[in-house]
């Protein structure tokens, strides 16, 4: 696939923050659900975001759609600065992107057809006449391997699988440049997700759209994306090609991640980690991992690592180990290891 080298979509340092209280009498707290994250996408390229849920991956794709405005940092798309929601210019941007939802009968009205969904898009932006849309409904649901009958069908008489190549029709209506997708095939049968993803990848070979692929199935995402990018607590931590970060990751929390995939020829036990996530209201000093690595060093407890390219290859780490700024394991507690 030929990939655009113009990026479509650039995001830089997005920190999206939300205020909390702890208990009924408790003070006020601010999670911040992502924290300065930057991300680069290029027309007919998928990036993959990964991670663990509650790391900030949907509030991410939130904000690259502008359906969340960032505190700070910004998005560009197709070198146009987001503008405020709601506005004509919003509007006219938003018509050039898509969301694909990760409960396709969630993401339905349960109360109308396919067929009068599917045409939504196209009425709210003005596409065509009401003579035209049927023709354009017909032909986006052959697109996605659904009959023309189906326009009449209602969400419930249809599979899951169905349901959501409906719910992918709808987001192509517009014939958009990005769609971001938000955990398409988790609430899917294992059965029906090859599938789905085939129907993906398909569409973009057609279609030239980029994708934001956000999923913790880290199969689905080597096989989808031509970049991934590992979230932890509300920032990218690595990011390059599958290949690289998926065979041989590089910061220690990727690596534990593409650990727990079974794989008949890898050496090595299971990482498993000790503990949880801290809690986002009250993060660690230093690296937000460092509780949790059994390579952290006394420097990771002390200052953030910065996301930046590594000497020895083409990807992005946010790791004083993996940088080889510090030796590993400078009398910090480590990790207990599972045989695989």
Not at 93 to 115: E, H, K, S, T, W
Not at 132 to 160: C, I, K, N, W
């Amino acid at each position: 696939m030929s990939v655009n080298d113009e990026p479509l979509l650039h995001a830089q340092d997005l920190v999206r923050r939300y205020a909390m209280r702890r208990g009924m009498f408790g003070r006020p707290a601010e999670v911040r659900a992502v924290d300065g994250v930057s991300l680069t996408l290029r027309r007919g390229q998928t990036l993959g975001l990964v991670g663990e849920s509650g790391c900030g991956k949907s509030t991410t794709g939130r904000m690259v759609l502008g359906l969340e405005v960032p505190d700070s940092g910004g998005v560009a798309f197709a070198n146009e600065r987001m503008p405020a929601p709601g506005t004509p210019a919003w509007r006219r941007l938003r018509a050039r992107m898509a969301m694909v939802y990760q409960d396709p009968l969630g993401a339905l009205d349960r109360r109308l057809d396919i067929g009068t969904q599917v045409a939504e898009p196209l009425e709210i932006h003005g596409i065509g006449t009401r003579a035209d849309r049927p023709v354009r409904v017909t032909a986006l649901l052959r697109s996605v391997g659904l009959r023309p009958d189906h326009a009449r069908s209602f969400p419930h008489e249809l599979s899951g699988g169905q349901r959501q190549r409906a719910v992918l029709a709808r987001a192509l209506a517009t014939s958009p440049d990005l769609l971001v997708c938000d955990e398409p095939i988790s609430a899917l049968d294992v059965s029906i997700q090859a599938q789905v993803m085939n129907l993906l990848a398909e569409v973009q070979a057609r279609t030239g759209v980029a994708m934001l692929f956000i999923s913790h199935d880290l199969r689905a995402v080597r096989q989808m994306s031509h970049r991934v990018a590992v979230m932890y607590l509300g920032r990218v931590v690595e990011e390059g090609e599958p290949d690289d970060v998926l065979h041989a990751p590089a910061h220690p929390y990727a690596q534990a991640l593409v650990s727990a995939i079974p794989h008949p020829g890898r050496r090595g036990g299971r990482i498993v980690l000790k503990g949880d996530p801290p809690n986002p209201a009250a993060r660690p000093p230093g690296c937000a991992f460092h509780p949790r690595c059994a390579l952290a060093a006394a420097l990771c407890a002390r200052e953030v690592p910065v996301l930046k390219p590594r000497a020895s290859d083409r990807r992005l780490v946010a790791c004083h180990v993996a940088q080889g700024e510090v030796a590993p394991g400078a009398g910090l507690p480590q990790p207990a290891m599972e045989a695989a």
